[in-house]
């Protein structure tokens, strides 16, 4: 609650583009549960301090032992001859005291041998001090966080995910300035798919869709979580009414948004209740291949979600093959306002949306980079140039999801995220 955690007071957006929050800190300075991880962090320290140390004494116990084993036979043969030395101190003539004195020459380094034994000793006390705090320290967390149990601690962290998102929401958009490196979930699949999770979901739902080749395809598998699609377990499957084409699909809100073959009608299809709940023609939109990306595969309409709502990016003959965008109605599927880009679709790689911009690439190819914006809310446009990293050289789908702020790519028979 306000009154022990931190609360964002207020939020804006500065001159420059930067988010700035207000804060509010706890009465009491720190909050308890930072308290309680410092001390964990702590204990976690102190065990792999411990752990190091018995390793150390573990590699030198052995090997201060096998120095002492190989010296057994040279300390027993000298205690014979200083048995015989002190019965009879006359038959201990010089050559044999020389002998003496070279057999205690070579035992000489096993003194700081011994002293280490007396060191590793003191060691092994400590350690057990130690060892003990630690277990006090622990019962003592233990029994202290024993005071919430998980549905308590489960509700607190479904409280903070909706301040977190309440805030994200308060900040606003900004610009594009760079994109991560890829990250390569799986390798499966033809060369050319879909893959995605839903846009509009509480962040407890994390199933996946995944769509195989880009046209006359009408199988989706639906993966549990991520995890599950990453091993290729726990899935449904849903055969769609009308087989797709391209790779432009989107899942917004329970319901996938996709182009019917051969045509220029977009599709609404609801998962749960396995049905089409709309389907309607974009007017004017080439399709079959007419104004497709670069890299073809019937690309022609590609659906998008980003944090304002649902997209479509296609051309028309009017607009002499340049891309347009639009924003669709996402329950009547009604085109609401379109605009113009200019920039030619067959010249472009892929493209998404991000806070109400059309970001560009110049090529599906290695060597690739984000070339070229366009602002809806300004109706103008600026060439870009931010580094995308291909890595497996052809891109097929390239999708923003806003509510992770992930872009999902099928990449050459590979899920791959930025």
Same mark, same amino acid.
């Given at each position: 609650?306000?009154?022990?955690?931190?609360?964002?007071?207020?939020?804006?957006?500065?001159?420059?583009?930067?988010?700035?929050?207000?804060?509010?800190?706890?009465?009491?300075?720190?909050?308890?549960?930072?308290?309680? &991880?410092?001390?964990l962090r702590q204990l976690m320290e102190k065990v792999q301090n411990i752990s190091q &140390?018995?390793?150390?004494?573990?590699?030198?116990?052995?090997?201060?032992?096998?120095?002492?084993?190989?010296?057994?036979?040279?300390?027993?043969?000298?205690?014979?001859?200083?048995?015989?030395?002190?019965?009879?101190?006359?038959?201990?003539?010089?050559? &044999?005291?020389?002998?003496?004195?070279?057999?205690?020459?070579?035992?000489?380094?096993?003194?700081?041998?011994?002293?280490?034994?007396?060191?590793?000793?003191?060691?092994?006390? !400590?350690?057990?001090?130690?060892?003990?705090?630690?277990?006090?320290?622990?019962?003592?967390?233990?029994?202290?966080?024993?005071?919430?149990?998980?549905?308590?601690?489960?509700?607190?962290?479904?409280?903070?995910?909706?301040?977190?998102?309440?805030?994200m929401q308060k900040l606003g958009c900004g610009k594009l300035t760079g994109v991560s490196?890829?990250?390569?979930?799986?390798?499966?699949? &033809?060369?050319?798919?879909?893959?995605?999770?839903?846009?509009?979901?509480?962040?407890?739902?994390?199933?996946?869709?995944?769509?195989?080749?880009?046209?006359?395809?009408?199988?989706?598998?639906?993966?549990?979580?991520?995890?599950?699609?990453?091993?290729?377990?726990?899935?449904?499957?849903?055969?769609?009414? !009308?087989?797709?084409?391209?790779?432009?699909?989107?899942?917004?809100?329970?319901?996938?948004?996709?182009?019917?073959?051969?045509? /220029?009608?977009?599709?609404?299809?609801?998962?749960?209740?396995?049905?089409?709940?709309?389907?309607?023609?974009?007017?004017?939109?080439?399709?079959?291949?007419?104004?497709?990306?670069?890299?073809?595969?019937?690309?022609?309409?590609?659906?998008?979600?980003?944090?304002?709502?649902?997209?479509?990016?296609?051309?028309? /003959?009017?607009?002499?093959?340049?891309?347009?965008?639009?924003?669709?109605?996402?329950?009547?599927?009604?085109?609401?306002?379109?605009?113009?880009?200019?920039?030619?679709?067959?010249?472009?790689?892929?493209?998404?949306?991000?806070?109400?911009?059309?970001?560009?690439?110049?090529?599906?190819?290695?060597?690739?980079?984000?070339?070229?914006?366009?602002?809806? /809310?300004?109706?103008?446009?600026?060439?870009?140039?931010?580094?995308? !990293?291909?890595?497996?050289?052809?891109?097929?789908?390239?999708?923003?999801?806003?509510?992770?702020?992930?872009?999902?790519?099928?990449?050459?028979?590979?899920?791959?995220?930025?």
């Amino acid at each position: 609650s306000p009154d022990e955690g931190w609360q964002v007071y207020t939020s804006a957006q500065a001159p420059d583009g930067k988010c700035l929050c207000t804060a509010v800190i706890p009465v009491q300075g720190t909050c308890s549960r930072d308290l309680r &991880s410092h001390q964990l962090r702590q204990l976690m320290e102190k065990v792999q301090n411990i752990s190091q &140390s018995m390793e150390v004494l573990d590699l030198r116990t052995y090997r201060d032992l096998q120095y002492v084993r190989n010296t057994e036979s040279l300390m027993k043969g000298l205690d014979s001859r200083l048995k015989v030395a002190a019965e009879s101190q006359k038959n201990l003539n010089a050559k &044999s005291f020389q002998e003496l004195k070279e057999k205690m020459t070579e035992l000489l380094p096993l003194l700081p041998v011994l002293d280490q034994y007396k060191s590793d000793t003191r060691l092994i006390v !400590h350690l057990k001090e130690e060892v003990r705090n630690l277990s006090g320290s622990l019962l003592a967390i233990q029994e202290e966080m024993g005071a919430y149990d998980y549905e308590e601690l489960q509700q607190r962290v479904l409280m903070l995910e909706a301040r977190l998102h309440a805030c994200m929401q308060k900040l606003g958009c900004g610009k594009l300035t760079g994109v991560s490196n890829p990250i390569t979930i799986r390798a499966s699949g &033809s060369r050319f798919g879909s893959w995605m999770t839903d846009t509009m979901t509480p962040s407890a739902d994390s199933r996946v869709w995944y769509m195989d080749g880009y046209y006359k395809g009408r199988r989706v598998l639906e993966f549990r979580t991520l995890n599950d699609f990453v091993t290729g377990q726990n899935f449904v499957q849903h055969l769609l009414p !009308h087989p797709w084409a391209g790779t432009g699909h989107v899942v917004f809100n329970g319901s996938l948004y996709y182009n019917k073959y051969q045509s /220029n009608i977009a599709v609404k299809y609801h998962f749960r209740s396995r049905s089409v709940l709309v389907q309607r023609s974009l007017a004017g939109a080439g399709y079959n291949n007419t104004f497709p990306y670069s890299w073809g595969g019937f690309s022609d309409i590609d659906f998008m979600v980003d944090e304002s709502g649902l997209w479509a990016v296609y051309t028309t /003959n009017q607009n002499a093959g340049n891309i347009v965008v639009s924003r669709v109605d996402p329950q009547t599927l009604e085109v609401l306002r379109s605009w113009d880009t200019g920039y030619p679709k067959r010249s472009a790689g892929e493209s998404f949306m991000i806070c109400g911009t059309l970001y560009v690439t110049n090529s599906h190819l290695a060597g690739a980079k984000i070339y070229f914006a366009y602002f809806t /809310n300004t109706s103008s446009y600026e060439y870009t140039d931010i580094p995308f !990293h291909n890595q497996y050289s052809h891109i097929s789908m390239l999708d923003y999801n806003p509510r992770e702020r992930v872009l999902y790519t099928w990449n050459n028979g590979h899920q791959v995220i930025y």
